[in-house]
């Protein structure tokens, strides 16, 4: 079998996984967005945090979401996945997580880690947190100018090496988002990061959502989309620890060569989150309308919304438009990411097909 059907056998057996998750949902991971509030103000950000001011819950309200979840998921508990904004601003973190860590629950975190000092990062390592994944987004003196805070690069640098000398951590990962501007900066990047003693590297291409929407002469080509793939595959070849995130179908030249397994998006089937105001919706990079939220915790438990809503997400969105129901891979796409499905009009606003076409 060549590799092109070896790769159809695959993605042919992960659609009729994927179809039977509609059916059969099993929450793997469920995000926890603390506040919005963050001390960077990214010109990418899908969520526009930043000097916000907006209603979070307690420590309590989060703890008595977790013994729900304990009581309610325990054959198989879900990863926790904290985020933000910038989640360490959230006064009731180590209260929070410290009791996750109690309940058993595996847990991971979303930082910018301008705030992780040696003496937080031994909190960390206490609360019992498995997993961290910290923005990069370019050299210093792009990161500080993507993320507008002067000096972020070096103290999220310092973060991460506070990080690796506690040496418990099960993954440290960094995450660099990169634009039509910033790719070229890639090579370099790649140095530092090798310098590093981190487990991997993540590299997204910035999509149209959030602040992004703002600079539209950022946006990724096509031409920046194979250059950013054949970047990631060529050092995939060479044993490197790096991949592509998680969104968008690639085509068969490009899948399971620059990210481990395929494109499949779970928002909604394996994966869930919960807003700092208490809204349950698929992934928190999906923007907000009343079509996604599909319930609030203060008025009903997480497990009754998860197990009998989310059906905007179990199913095949590739039957919403005449683009997406006649594409040839629609089985293998199935409408692509849904952080950048426009779930008003039926659309997807990400489609890479020009790649393979």
Known sequence: MNTRNYKKSHLDIQYQVHKQLFEQPILHQLFFE????CNEHCWHCGSRCGDVKTMEMTASEWKQILDQVKEDFSDHLPQINVTGGEPLLYPGFEEVMSYAHELGFKWGMTSNAILITPEVARMLARCGMNTISVSIDGLEETHDSLRGLPGAYKRAMEGIQNLIDIGSFDAIMVTTVVNHETLGELGELFQVMNGL??????ILGVEPIGRALQYPERAMTIADQRALFDFIRGKRADNMPVSYGCSHYLGLDYEREVRDWYFTCMAGTTVASIT??????????????????????????????????????????????????????????????????????????????????
């Open 276 to 357: 700092c105001t208490g809204d349950v919706t698929g992934c928190l990079d999906i923007e907000r309308t009343p079509s996604v939220v599909q319930g609030n915790i203060h008025e009903r438990r997480f497990s009754d919304i998860w197990r009998n809503e989310f059906k905007v997400f179990r199913r095949d969105k590739a039957a919403d438009n005449d683009t997406c129901r006649d594409c040839q891979d629609r089985n293998y796409c199935m409408g692509g990411a849904c952080h950048t499905w426009d779930f008003e009009n039926h659309t997807q606003r990400v489609c890479l097909a020009e790649l393979w076409r």
């Open 197 to 202: 003693d981190i487990d991997h590297w993540r």
């Open 34 to 37: 603390f506040t919005l509030r």
